[in-house]
């Protein structure tokens, strides 16, 4: 194993109308998947600074941070791939959602058509959670 060390990522939730705020992205696996916008938290920086800023980098929003939702550590070893992430509920303060070159798109998906796209499991485990407990 020897100097690796897990990442400390963060994800915003975003909930407008009902519906969550989700990015698609190239993964590891080089596939394209749906996911809760976020990243790594750099060197020095607090969950919350970073969630703020990842998902400004990602989507142009400037958001709220409400509250911790879960955590969750995610290792895929095929891909060497170990990770810590912490979800976070956030509001939206603008509505102007414009994408870098690395995200695909950025859609709002309500729970039923979740089942019809490709999620990550960490995004799947979220989302489940928070529409059960919104429910």
């Known amino acids: 194993m020897g100097d690796r060390l897990p990442k400390v990522v963060?994800?915003?939730l975003v909930e407008k109308d009902g519906k969550v705020l989700l990015v698609k992205e190239i993964l590891e696996?080089?596939?394209?998947?749906?996911?809760?916008?976020g990243g790594k938290v750099?060197?020095?920086?607090s969950l919350v600074d970073a969630v703020k800023r990842e998902l400004k980098e990602e989507t142009n929003l400037d958001v709220e941070v409400l509250r911790l939702?879960?955590?969750?550590e995610h290792i895929v070893m095929k891909?060497?791939?170990?990770?810590?992430v912490f979800f976070f509920l956030v509001k939206p303060l603008n509505?102007?959602?414009?994408?870098p070159g690395?995200?695909?798109?950025?859609?709002?998906?309500?729970?039923?058509?979740?089942?019809?796209?490709?999620?990550v499991d960490s995004a799947k485990w979220i989302?489940?959670?928070f529409f059960t407990k919104s429910a």
Request: no cysteine; proline share 4%.
């Open 10 to 12: 963060v994800s915003g």
């Open 29 to 37: 696996s080089k596939l394209p998947y749906w996911i809760v916008p």
């Open 42 to 45: 750099e060197f020095g920086e």
């Open 69 to 72: 939702l879960d955590f969750k």
């Open 79 to 84: 891909y060497d791939y170990h990770t810590v």
């Open 95 to 99: 509505e102007s959602i414009k994408l």
């Open 102 to 119: 690395e995200i695909l798109d950025a859609k709002f998906f309500a729970k039923d058509e979740l089942k019809s796209i490709d999620l």
């Open 127 to 129: 989302l489940d959670k």
